[in-house]
């Protein structure tokens, strides 16, 4: 899923810089491009991986997006560290828990 995703934000003409698809929720910093909103954004991100995750995967499990998400802005002299932050998240545990769902967008206009 995780390279999906990053296939369609280059195909918006954005740049992921970072991802990580938890079984609950995702992390992604990116490099946003001057002709596309964030909402945009994540509307195209949010229904092509939801349209990718059902005719694709294989699975028994349920699957939906939740309707909000939350976006943050960083300089450029701040993406080191969230680069970092979000690729170190596979290694440590996740402070909200499994039951609790997200998206999570670090965006940094380019």
Known sequence: MEKYICGIISNCKCKPLAIYCN??????????HSTISVSELVTKIKS???RFYHQ???TNHFFAWQDGYGVFSYSHSQID???H???ALPYNKAP???FIFF????SLKV
């Open 48 to 50: 092509n991986s939801s």
């Open 85 to 87: 932050y979000i690729r």
């Open 81 to 83: 560290k969230v680069y």
């Open 103 to 106: 998206s999570y967008i670090c």
């Open 96 to 98: 909200f828990g499994k």
């Open 56 to 58: 694709n995967l294989e």
């Open 23 to 32: 079984p609950d929720h995702t992390h992604v910093l990116i490099g946003l």
